[in-house]
């Protein structure tokens, strides 16, 4: 079964713009992750918080998260056309597993 | 340093004849993953091992899906009988932790049953 919801399903834009996607999730949690995953590739880990943080950056990704909202969003500033890709959270339920979304779709238009 | 390898990368079999996955994870990485990633969604979980310890496999479906990880390193999936439905792609993961920490991926071994 899948933890997280990814909103929305698909996102368009382009380059030079920046490209917001949220994570809700249903249960309590220890951490939540972000990864990328390019089309028929595996999926790549870009940024994981912790469930005491509110506000994570790594270069040009933003990652916030409101655990009284149970949800979290990614931030990609000044967006590329090699960021396109799908983009899932992964969160662990406050267990040993991490359990994915179904992903936001992510293109941007040279 | 190399990561995680898995192999085949595709496979086309008919429905009712059995499939095998290989994976191997990154040097030193005790907890291993299988994930099942079907068109357009997320990764499923199937099993996850601490050594060679299947410490979950709540998920998978055990009348025809089975696993090994011999001496705490590699690992096998098996599908046996495949169906039709079980087209998908079969995601391998290490991590260094047994606390969930950052997620290492294969490339994924596509199945196309027929």
């Known amino acids: 079964s899948q933890q997280g919801e990814e909103d929305p399903q698909a996102l368009s834009i382009q380059e030079g713009e920046n490209a917001t996607m949220n994570c809700s999730y249903k249960t309590s949690i220890n951490n939540l992750q972000w990864y990328r995953q390019n089309s028929g590739r595996g999926l790549v880990h870009l940024i994981l918080?912790?469930?005491?943080?509110r506000e994570k950056h790594s270069g040009r990704l933003r990652v916030t998260l409101d655990t009284s909202k149970k949800s979290s969003s990614l931030l990609i500033t000044a967006s590329r056309a090699a960021d396109t890709a799908s983009y899932f959270c992964?969160?662990?339920?406050?267990?040993?597993?991490?359990?994915f979304g179904a992903g936001t779709r992510l293109t941007v238009k040279p | 340093e190399a990561g995680v390898v898995q192999s085949p990368r595709y496979k086309i079999i008919e429905k009712k004849q059995p499939v095998a996955f290989w994976c191997n994870p990154i040097s030193g990485h005790n907890t291993l993953y299988w994930y099942l990633q079907n068109l357009g969604q997320g990764p499923e979980l199937l099993i996850r091992?601490?050594?060679?310890?299947?410490?979950?496999d709540s998920q998978l479906p055990k009348d025809r899906f089975s696993a090994e990880r011999l001496k705490g390193v590699d690992s096998t999936l098996k599908i046996q009988p495949a169906e039709l439905g079980d087209s998908a792609v079969y995601l391998c993961?290490?991590?260094?932790?047994?606390?969930?920490?950052?997620?290492?991926f294969g490339e994924g071994s596509r199945l196309t049953v027929l």
């Open positions: 992964a969160t662990d339920a406050g267990g040993n597993d991490m359990r």
């Open positions: 918080i912790r469930s005491n943080e």
């Open positions: 993961a290490s991590s260094a932790d047994t606390f969930p920490g950052e997620l290492f």
């Open positions: 091992y601490e050594n060679e310890e299947a410490v979950d």
